[in-house]
């Protein structure tokens, strides 16, 4: 299976988060970068993100679409 697959992404992300809630870990942005795999291609995950969030898995996020469709995290 690919790592990089919608459900294996999804997976990771709500497992660290669920760790984080549970405070058996705490949250390090490099440590999520990295189990996220967050390099490999930034532009799927915030698409995986903005999936994750119309499902109702997480909630929060204000995402939206720039110049030329391009998804961002506004902050």
């Known amino acids: 299976m690919p790592t990089n697959d919608y459900d ?3 997976f990771k ?4 988060y669920y ?3 549970k405070r058996t870990t ?4 490099s440590e999520f970068d990295l189990i996220t795999k967050k390099a490999d ?3 799927y995950l915030l698409y995986v993100l ?6 109702g898995l997480i ?8 110049w030329g469709q391009v998804l ?4």
């Open 26 to 29: 705490v949250f390090k942005q």
């Open 13 to 16: 992300r709500l497992v660290y």
């Open 72 to 75: 961002q995290v506004v902050r």
């Open 19 to 21: 760790a984080c809630l």
């Open 50 to 55: 903005e999936m994750m969030q119309d499902e």
């Open 59 to 66: 909630k929060g996020l204000t995402l939206t679409r720039a």
């Open 8 to 10: 294996v992404i999804v």
């Open 41 to 43: 291609n930034e532009e």
